[in-house]
């Protein structure tokens, strides 16, 4: 069963980072859908918890070079 965590991330300033975070976090096996609004400064991503959590998607956005908040 799929679940959906939105996260608080700061960092993107325009649709050329939404789609640099999407393409990072889509890229992660478990990730079904992602959808990013840098006006919003939020990430919302669904997924499946048997094969990812949401620890390893923050990583994931940190790593692309944003801030997710705690
Ligand atoms: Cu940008």
Redesign the pocket.
Known sequence: VAEQVTLKVTG???????N?VKRAVGSLKGVSDVRAS?QANEVTVTYDPALIDRAAIAQRIETAGYRVAA
């Open positions: 993107m300033t325009c649709g050329g980072c939404e640099a840098h």
